[in-house]
C-alpha cells in the first residue's frame, strides 16, 4: 500500500517537479530573448528615426559610387574613378597582405627568440628576455610612430640613401628592393614554378629519389632565368627607378606588428618548451643526440602541441592589430574604407558593419586552419604526454 | 671568473655568440646613453638651450604638466591629484588583508561617484571642467579604470551565461562576447564614436569620452568575460553541490559560494587584462582624443619644438613601460602567492 501511494505520489511529483524546472528555464530564457529583441527594437527605431532625420539613404548602393579619392599601396589597380567597392578590396587585400606577412616574420622571430631563452650563452639568453620584457610592456600603436616618425621618417633623403650591398636602398621615402620582372608571355613558366614548388613542399620528405628537392630547385632557377630579369633600384636625378619600393608605412608597421607579436610568441614557445617533461630530454640525451637534435626532433614537436592553440590567439591578435594602420594613413581596410570611404559617403552603419562583419569572417577563418593544424599535429605520435 | 667561461666561452660557437652580442650590444648602446645621458640638455626652458647634440629632455620638463593633465585648467589641477591618490588607496584595499571584499568594493563604488563628481566638477562651488580637456595621462587613467569598472558587472554576467544551461541565454552570450572578441579595437571606436549617436533617440548626444568609454568597455568586457569563465570552470563540481544541499539558489550560489572563489583564482588574468586595456588606450588618439600618446603626439607637431620625436617617445616608452612591467611583476606575484595556498 505505503509502495503504490509512493510510487503514485513520486511519480506526480517528480513530474511536476520536471515540469516547473523546465517551464522556468523556457520562462527565463523567454524573458531574456524578449529583453534582448525589446532593446534591439528600440535601437533600430532610432536609427531609422536618425537616419531619416539626416537625409542619409540606407543601402549599399553606395558600393558602386565613384570613389574619388587616390590610395597610395595598392595590390589591384585602382584609380580616382574607381568605385567605393574596389576601394573596399584595395583595403581588404593590404590588410591580408600585411597580416600574412607579419605572421610570417613575428613566427620565425618569436621561435627563434623563445628559443634563445635557453641558450647556455648568458648573453644571448639575457638579450632574448630583454627583448620579450621591452617589446612586451610598450603599446603598440607607440612601437609603430616611434618606427614610422623617429625611424623611417627621420632617414635621409634618396641621394644619400643607406645602400645594402648595392642591391637595396632606405631613405625616407621607403625601401627600394630588386624586384622579379617577368618578360611579357611567360605566364606558363610562372604556372610552372608554382606547381614545381608546390612539388618541392610535398616531396621534401620523400626518399625514393634521391634529392628530389635538389633537382626541383634547379628546375625553378632555370624557369625563372628563362622567363625573368631582376631589376635592381638605381638612383637617376633625384629619385629612384627600377626594382620596387616599399612605402614607409608598410616598413614600419610590419616592424612594429610582427616584433611586437613575437615577443608574445616567444613567451609562448618558452611556456611550450618548459612543458616537454624533464625525462624527455634525459631520454634525448641518452641516445646521444646532440643538442640541436634533440631541440629539433625531440623538444620542439612536443612543445608544437601546447604551442599551436596559443599561435592561433596570437595570429588573431596581428591581424587585429594590423588595423592601427590607420594612425600611420598605411591605405588597409580601416583606414580606406572605414576612414576615408566613410567620410566621403557617410554611410556609418553599413560601412562599420561591413569592416566588423570581414574581420569575424578573418578570425574565424584563422582559428579554424588553425584547429586543423592542430589536429594534424596532435595525431602525430604520442596522444598523451 | 668560472662563471664567464662557462656561461659565456664554453665552446667556440658560444664565444662567437658572445663577441658578436657584445659587439652589437656596444655599438647601439654607446650611442644611445651618450645621447640619452651623458649628452642630454636637461636645464632651460626653450628650444635654442638645446644644443649640445644630445637629448633635449628640457622639452619633456617643460611640458611635462601637459602630458598628465592635458588641458585640464591650472588652477584645477589639484582635483586630479586627490583623485590620483584616492585610487591608489582604493587599490590597497583590494590587497589588504583585514577588509572585506563588500567593504572594498563598497568603498570603490563610493570613491569612484566622487571622483566622477571631483573631476567634472559643476558642484559645491567647483568650476565645471568640460571633458574635451581632459587629456594626458589622466584620460589614460581615466579610460582603463572607467573602463573596467563598467565592464567588470557586464563581464560577471556574460562570463554565468556562457556557461548557464539556458540554450537560449547560452547562445546569445556567446555570440555577443565572440563578436567582440572577433573584430578590432578600432573598429568598435569607430562604431561608439561614428554609430552610437545613431543609435540612440534623437537629442540625446552622449559625451565623447563617455562614447569612448562605451566601446572600451564593451570590448574589455568580453574579454573579462572569458578570463572570468576561465575561473569558473576551475571550480570543482561538489562547491555548486555543497551549495544546492544547503538549499542555496542559483544566484545565493554564485554571489556567495562560486564567484568569490573563481574571481580569486583569475587575478592574474585579470591583471593581465587590465596591463592589455592600459596599452589599448592608446588607440582613442584615432578617434581624436589626446590620451598621453595622443598629447605627446600632437605636442611634436608644435612650431617650438619640431624634430623631437625621438625623446617624446622614448619618454612614452618608458612611463608605459614602468607601468605595465610592474603591473605584470604584481601578476606573478599574486600568481605565486595564490600558488602557496591553493589546496
Not at chain 2, 34 to 50: E, P, Q
Not at chain 2, 157 to 172: E, K, M, N, T
Amino acid at each position: 500500500m505505503g509502495c503504490i501511494t509512493h510510487r503514485l505520489y513520486g511519480s506526480f511529483l517528480d513530474k511536476n517537479l520536471w515540469q516547473s524546472v523546465r517551464h522556468t528555464a523556457i520562462f527565463w530564457q523567454l524573458v531574456a530573448v524578449a529583453v534582448i529583441a525589446a532593446g534591439g527594437m528600440w535601437l533600430f527605431g532610432n536609427i531609422l528615426d536618425n537616419l531619416d532625420n539626416r537625409g542619409i539613404a540606407s543601402g549599399f548602393s553606395f558600393l558602386k559610387s565613384t570613389a574619388g579619392f587616390g590610395i597610395s599601396t595598392s595590390l589591384i589597380d585602382f584609380t580616382e574613378a574607381s568605385s567605393i567597392g574596389r576601394a573596399f578590396w584595395v583595403g581588404l587585400l593590404n590588410t591580408l597582405m600585411v597580416s600574412a606577412i607579419g605572421v610570417v616574420l613575428a613566427t620565425i622571430l618569436g621561435f627563434a627568440v623563445g628559443i634563445a631563452r635557453f641558450s647556455n650563452n648568458w648573453l644571448l639568453a639575457r638579450l632574448a628576455m630583454g627583448f620579450v620584457e621591452t617589446l612586451r610592456n610598450i603599446p603598440l600603436l607607440l612601437q609603430i610612430f616611434f618606427w614610422y616618425f623617429a625611424v623611417l621618417r627621420s632617414l635621409p633623403g634618396p641621394r644619400q640613401s643607406y645602400d645594402i650591398a648595392g642591391l637595396a636602398y632606405l631613405n625616407n621615402r621607403g625601401f627600394y628592393i630588386p624586384k622579379l620582372e617577368f618578360f611579357d608571355g611567360s605566364g606558363w613558366s610562372v604556372v610552372g614554378i608554382v606547381i614545381l614548388a608546390v612539388a618541392a613542399f610535398c616531396l621534401r620528405r620523400h626518399r625514393v629519389v634521391p634529392r628530389i628537392s635538389v633537382v626541383l630547385a634547379v628546375l625553378i632557377l632555370v624557369f625563372l632565368l628563362v622567363s625573368a630579369s631582376v631589376s635592381v633600384p638605381a638612383l637617376k636625378g633625384f629619385n629612384f627607378t627600377g626594382g620596387s619600393v616599399l612605402s614607409p608605412e608598410f616598413v614600419a608597421l610590419v616592424i612594429a606588428l610582427s616584433s611586437y607579436t613575437a615577443a608574445f610568441i616567444a613567451e609562448i614557445v618558452r611556456a611550450g618548451i618548459q612543458s616537454v617533461p624533464r625525462g624527455q630530454i634525459e631520454a634525448a640525451d641518452a641516445l646521444a643526440l646532440s643538442a640541436k637534435d634533440r631541440m629539433r626532433f625531440v623538444v620542439i614537436p612536443q612543445a608544437l602541441r601546447v604551442i599551436v592553440p596559443l599561435l592561433t590567439n596570437q595570429y588573431l591578435n596581428l591581424t587585429k592589430n594590423s588595423s592601427l594602420a590607420a594612425a600611420i594613413a598605411f591605405p588597409d581596410l580601416v583606414s580606406v574604407f572605414a576612414g576615408t570611404a566613410l567620410n566621403i559617403t557617410g554611410q556609418a552603419i553599413e560601412i562599420i558593419g561591413i569592416t566588423m562583419a570581414v574581420y569575424l569572417t578573418i578570425s574565424l577563418l584563422i582559428a579554424f586552419a588553425m584547429n586543423a593544424f592542430n589536429r594534424a599535429t596532435a595525431m602525430r605520435g604520442l596522444s598523451t604526454g | 671568473m668560472s662563471w664567464v667561461r662557462e656561461n659565456l666561452f664554453s665552446s667556440w660557437g658560444n664565444t662567437l655568440t658572445s663577441c658578436f652580442i657584445g659587439f652589437v650590444l656596444a655599438w647601439a648602446l654607446v650611442p644611445f646613453v651618450d645621447w640619452a645621458v651623458i649628452s642630454a640638455d636637461w636645464g632651460g626652458s626653450k628650444r635654442t638651450d638645446c644644443n649640445s647634440g644630445g637629448a633635449c629632455w628640457v622639452y619633456v620638463i617643460q611640458r611635462f604638466d601637459q602630458f598628465m593633465y592635458g588641458f585640464y585648467p591650472v588652477s584645477e589641477r589639484w582635483r586630479v591629484d586627490v583623485v590620483g591618490i584616492l585610487l591608489v588607496v582604493a587599490l590597497t584595499l583590494f590587497f589588504w588583508p583585514r577588509v572585506s571584499a563588500r567593504l572594498a568594493l563598497l568603498c570603490w563604488a563610493l570613491a569612484l561617484f566622487f571622483c566622477w563628481f571631483l573631476l567634472t566638477g559643476g558642484v559645491l562651488a567647483l568650476p565645471y571642467v568640460e571633458t574635451p580637456l581632459w587629456g594626458g595621462m589622466m584620460l589614460t587613467v581615466v579610460l582603463t579604470v572607467g573602463g573596467l569598472v563598467l565592464a567588470f558587472p557586464v563581464a560577471i554576467l556574460l562570463a554565468l551565461g556562457r556557461r548557464s544551461s539556458l540554450p537560449l541565454v547560452r547562445i546569445s552570450c556567446t555570440v555577443f562576447i565572440e563578436l567582440w572578441r572577433g573584430v578590432p579595437l578600432i573598429t568598435v571606436l569607430f562604431m561608439a564614436s561614428v554609430m552610437l549617436p545613431l543609435f540612440l533617440p534623437d537629442g540625446a548626444g552622449v559625451d565623447k569620452l563617455l562614447r569612448a568609454l562605451i566601446g572600451v568597455s564593451l570590448f574589455a568586457g568580453a574579454y573579462l568575460a572569458e578570463v572570468i569563465r576561465g575561473g569558473l570552470q576551475a571550480i570543482p563540481r561538489v562547491q555548486y553541490e555543497a551549495a544546492a544541499a544547503l538549499g542555496l539558489g542559483y544566484w545565493k550560489t554564485m554571489t556567495y559560494v562560486i564567484l568569490p572563489q573563481a574571481l580569486r583564482h583569475v587575478i592574474p588574468g585579470l591583471l593581465n587584462t587590465i596591463i592589455a586595456l592600459f596599452k589599448d588606450t592608446t588607440l582613442v588618439l584615432i578617434i581624436g582624443m589626446f590620451d598621453f600618446l595622443g598629447i605627446i603626439q600632437a605636442s611634436l607637431n608644435d612650431q617650438e619644438w619640431l624634430g623631437l620625436a625621438a625623446e617624446g617617445y622614448v619618454f612614452a616608452a618608458l612611463i608605459y613601460w614602468s607601468i605595465c612591467y610592474s603591473l605584470s611583476r604584481l601578476s606573478i606575484k599574486v600568481e605565486q602567492h595564490s600558488g602557496v595556498h591553493r589546496v
